[in-house]
């Protein structure tokens, strides 16, 4: 037996067999380098570190509903908001701890999820996109219509919450730095992308996944093994909406604010062009698109600016560079980059065996 051969062979020993123990595993691997990455980054790369983090739970969201169930939603930037308002509107007091104020507006977001789609559920395709898409243009608008209760057009102030004084201490303990806000806000972020993924990884690989990936693939065929469409496609619609009320409620604390304006129609059409980019179906997938879409802006605004560009033109550049990204993912990956990743991988393990 080969040297290379050996070491593989050592290493799956030390890989759990079952799948919810894997995706542990690789969840505490994960939640170790985030935590390298957070303590030596500065605190404008926190801030971007937590934007990716709550785009990629809705865009992890939307990967359900539409990699794995092949529905289509427009909408999910609509229910990034209701989750943003219930956070605000629960933190306005100061009395309620975050962590309860995300967990309700999860709930509530659920809540909704259920009644559109149980609204939507005889709705596939492009009526399905259509139906989502008159959530997404509406539904921020209620908060114009009552600017009493949630602020108008100038949105709601949302108190961001302090570390506990226990977690402070034990960030100290393990890394000896002070733990800054916008630190703590990317831990919050972060931590709680870790933990939908685990539970999304493990309900993908559940009786439920293998029910979702059925009605995507052949609805007949479904329907005759006994699998009740329209229940599959409510369920997968409201595990989908909670990330995207989660994924709002993360927003609401870090940016401090929710307001009409940061819920459009654009919101909506970014996370999925996260997910297609990303990969359809790939939970990873959805977190490369979600840096992608935090990252590439920036980063090209600045080569432009670089170039000799003005600042106005160079941030003209950025949506044409994304755009021409997207359209070459499609071509060189239609697989997203985390297909074209498996591919390369597969290729590497081919050539050495």
């Known amino acids: 037996m080969s040297q290379p051969t050996a070491t593989a062979g050592t290493l799956r020993r030390f890989v759990p067999v079952s799948s919810?123990?894997?995706?542990?595993?690789?969840?505490?691997?994960?939640?170790?380098?985030?935590?390298l990455v957070c303590e030596n980054v500065s605190a404008f790369r926190h801030a971007q570190l937590a934007a990716v983090a709550y785009y990629a739970i809705a865009a992890a969201g939307l990967t359900v509903l539409t990699g794995l169930n092949g529905q289509i939603s427009l909408g999910h930037g609509a229910l990034m908001a209701v989750g943003a308002y219930t956070t605000a509107l629960l933190l306005r007091d100061g009395a309620l701890p975050f962590g309860i104020a995300m967990l309700a507006a999860t709930v509530f977001t659920a809540l909704v999820g259920v009644v559109v789609g149980a609204a939507a559920a005889r709705l596939k395709g492009p009526y399905l996109a259509g139906a989502t898409l008159a959530l997404a243009v509406g539904l921020p608008g209620l908060a114009v219509h009552f600017d009493g209760v949630l602020g108008g057009e100038q949105g709601l102030a949302v108190n961001t919450p302090e570390p506990a004084r226990w977690f402070d201490d034990a960030l100290f303990f393990v890394t000896g730095a002070e733990l800054g806000h916008q630190k703590f806000l990317a831990y919050v972020?972060?931590?709680?992308?870790?933990?939908?993924?685990?539970?999304?990884?493990?309900?993908?690989?559940?009786?439920?996944?293998?029910?979702?990936?059925?009605?995507?693939?052949?609805?007949?065929?479904?329907?005759?093994?006994?699998?009740?469409?329209?229940?599959?496609?409510?369920?997968a619609f409201v595990v989908s909406a909670a990330c995207a009320g989660l994924a709002g409620s993360v927003l609401a604390m870090v940016v401090r604010l929710a307001a009409p304006s940061g819920f459009t129609l654009v919101l909506s059409l970014s996370l999925l062009t996260a997910v297609v980019v990303g990969g359809l179906g790939s939970l990873t997938g959805a977190v490369l698109g979600s840096a992608l879409l935090v990252f590439l802006p920036p980063a090209v605004t600045d080569l432009g600016t670089e170039l000799g560009?003005?600042?106005v033109r160079a941030a003209q550049l950025a949506p044409l560079v994304y755009g021409i990204v997207l359209v070459a993912a499609m071509l060189v990956a239609p697989s997203g980059v985390a297909g074209l990743g498996r591919r390369v991988w597969n290729r590497v393990r081919k050539r050495k065996g």
């Open 309 to 311: 560009l003005t600042a």
């Open 20 to 35: 919810p123990a894997r995706h542990l595993l690789v969840t505490a691997l994960a939640l170790v380098a985030v935590v």
């Open 189 to 235: 972020a972060w931590g709680t992308l870790l933990l939908v993924l685990l539970l999304l990884a493990n309900l993908a690989a559940s009786r439920y996944g293998r029910t979702w990936r059925a009605v995507r693939d052949d609805e007949v065929a479904a329907a005759l093994a006994g699998i009740h469409l329209g229940r599959a496609r409510v369920l």
